[in-house]
């Protein structure tokens, strides 16, 4: 790694992405809980491209699985980690990310509200949930910055943390409520908060990829005001940038990102929390840089971490949370331990 | 070259459209329990059951050997457990599922989602949902599936033999006037009991008591101070004794003000068959005449069963 680090995201860099995406992808489709012959795959795939009928038709079927699969988790992880890295500069905050803000459980409240008392956009299946679970991705971050603004002007890192993971058991009390009293639909309520990649579909990629394709490019396009931020919000100001305009921009950016992710594959959590980091630690932490690489490494990241929970232990499936979670907390933990440790020396 | 490959497309296709008219009407139609229409060319060789229930049905009708997966919680009749186990719930291995090649996996409501049933049809493989609430439910799930599985004689012999049993245990049992609750979660995880519209309650019925929760639809969490307030005659616990602790019995016996409850104090818990009573297949009847020997301790005459 050279000690300069550039500052754009060059071809050669976006190249080396894509490739590290498309190997592991291939790697993805190619693995899973039933091994099946390299043979019989690049029959069932080349019949898949041409149209033609597969020879072995159930081993088509099971790749398509894979295919639906893979792409909603590296869209997913993207999306995440994307956003985690754009919180993490508008905030100034190391730990800001869906989760540990409690923009995600605000999500999922919204996502349950809408299920148990019928909200539905007419003419459009499963708009409803989503579109709730975005409003509330939203009203929960302002509720949780403009709370943490009344206490701390300063927008200190621990107490938005404090009342991110405040707002976190609130809303969750708030889902068990809603449950409690959602009667016949406590099922399919219930089997949704748990969510999953498991039963992803084409058009849950599609709804993933025209999200992530309208906010990501929002996103990557407010690298250089979020640069400027890194200085602090005064000096974003005295820079040219407009700080109320930027902000906004960006969290409703966020706020849609995160509501549609969680509609679709529930909390996933960590991701958008440890992948900036890791980014940052590879590529510095230039915007420019720091948005594209993270965007990449979330895929790869959720990808692989998919991939582990559904080969792991053979045909048992893991939930994919508990990849996610296991590797990010160890993380987490060595992040706010070596920051605190800074910032001591720093006093 | 691509008029060569354009005529073969076409070629392939002409075979597509020919095959549905040169096949007569299908086979096998049935209605499966969340009102789908399912339409087969002939019975059913290979099928995956997911739930406990619905394996047990198919095995009852003879047809274990079409069975080439099961549930991860079918374990009756003993033999299913070398049939191999699928994952099934919100983390139902659809890809393991679609490489045992059923034709239909037969799957029940609870935890599964519409997204899994959609993915199971577009892989080729038909779902068929079962869904029994009540007795009449259990004998529309065997009816349902002895017709998949072209064993519809078979399905109303089942029926028959679960009716008559059933009949002769209301013949048998006079209206006692008592009450029994029926406590499907214990204390620890907070109390469940069986409320009207259940096959608990129906059971209950049959040997001529009163379910204590009948004024409460479906499956119910209840405060432990209603069960103390309502001082049932019987408690049925369908608690799992793993050979360790107190048995489910004395667990209950064993609870802080629960000693004055006449269920109590007239040694009226029964310890019911976990499997027989909350599966709604064909063991429902062994879990009945059981209830029925209890209830009528030494007074009954040979039990039927």
């Known amino acids: 790694m050279q000690k300069t680090k550039r500052n754009t995201f060059t071809a050669a860099d976006c190249l080396l992405c894509t490739l590290a995406l498309l190997l592991a992808l291939g790697l993805c489709v190619l693995l899973g809980s039933e091994p099946l012959a390299l043979r019989d795959m690049a029959d069932a795939l080349r019949s898949m491209l041409t149209g033609g009928e597969p020879p072995i038709p159930y081993i088509a079927s099971i790749l398509s699985r894979r295919i639906q699969r893979s792409l909603c988790a590296a869209l997913t992880g993207a999306s995440l980690s994307l956003c985690g890295a754009a919180m993490q500069g508008l905030l100034r905050n190391p730990l800001a990310d869906g989760s540990t803000l409690g923009v995600s459980t605000g999500a999922s409240l919204g996502a349950v509200a809408a299920m148990a008392f019928g909200i539905t956009v007419p003419g459009v299946p499963y708009a409803g949930t989503m579109v709730t679970a975005m409003a509330f991705a939203f009203g929960s971050l302002l509720l949780i910055l403009g709370l943490a603004y009344a206490l701390d002007r300063s927008f200190s890192t621990h107490s938005i943390i404090l009342i991110g993971m405040i707002y976190s058991m609130f809303a969750s009390a708030l889902i068990n409520l809603v449950i409690n009293f959602s009667g016949e639909k406590i099922k399919s309520i219930t089997f949704w908060t748990m969510g999953s990649l498991a039963d992803s579909m084409y058009r849950d990629v599609l709804i993933l990829l025209m999200a992530l394709a309208v906010c990501g490019t929002v996103l990557l396009f407010s690298s250089r005001a979020l640069n400027a931020f890194a200085l602090g919000e005064d000096n974003a100001r005295h820079v040219g940038v407009n700080v109320k305009a930027v902000k906004l921009t960006v969290l409703i950016a966020v706020s849609v990102l995160i509501g549609v992710c969680v509609s679709i594959g529930g909390t996933i959590g960590f991701v958008g929390l440890v992948m900036p980091h890791i980014a940052r630690m590879l590529v510095g932490p230039n915007h420019r840089r720091l948005l594209p690489v993270s965007l990449f490494s979330g895929a790869i990241f959720l990808l692989l971490a998919d991939l582990i929970a559904r080969t792991l232990l053979g045909s048992r499936q893991l939930p994919i949370g508990v990849v996610t979670s296991l590797a990010g907390a160890v993380t987490f933990v060595v992040i706010f331990y070596r920051t605190g440790k800074a910032g001591n020396k720093r006093c | ?305």
């Open chain 2, 1 to 305: 070259m691509s008029k060569k490959l354009c005529s073969l497309f076409l070629a392939a296709l002409m075979v597509c459209c020919a095959v549905p008219v040169l096949a007569e009407g299908p086979a096998v139609a049935v209605t499966d329990m969340m009102g789908r229409e399912i339409t087969l060319d002939a019975p059913v060789t290979r099928i995956v059951a997911l739930t406990a229930a619905d394996c047990e049905i198919l095995c009852a009708l003879g047809c274990e050997d079409v069975l080439v997966g099961r549930g991860e919680y079918c374990d009756y009749p003993a033999s299913v457990l070398d049939k191999p186990s699928v994952q099934s719930g919100y983390e139902t291995n659809l890809e393991q599922i679609i490489a045992l090649q059923p034709q239909v996996v037969l799957m029940g409501t609870m935890a599964q989602s519409v997204e899994q049933v959609e993915a199971l049809e577009q892989a080729g493989i038909r779902v068929v949902v079962s869904d029994a609430q009540n007795i009449e439910g259990v004998y529309t799930a065997i009816r349902m599936i002895g017709a998949l599985t072209g064993k519809d004689a078979e399905a109303e012999a089942i029926v028959a033999d679960m009716q008559a049993g059933f009949a002769e245990i209301a013949e048998r049992s006079q209206d006692t006037g008592k009450t029994v609750y029926f406590e499907v979660s214990p204390l620890q995880w907070g109390l469940w009991a069986a409320g009207k519209g259940t096959f608990m309650d129906e059971i209950a019925g049959l040997c001529g008591l009163t379910n204590l929760f009948e004024d409460m639809d479906g499956w119910v969490e209840v405060s432990e101070e209603t069960v103390l307030a309502r001082n049932p005659d019987y408690i049925v616990t369908t608690a799992m004794y793993f050979g360790e602790g107190p048995t489910p019995v004395e667990e209950i016996l064993s609870r802080d003000g629960w000693g004055r409850l006449d269920a109590v104090m007239n040694d009226g818990i029964f310890n019911a068959d976990s499997n027989a009573i909350t599966r709604p297949g064909p063991r429902l009847l062994e879990a009945a005449w059981a209830l029925f020997d209890f209830v009528n301790g030494e007074a009954a005459e040979e039990p039927a069963a």
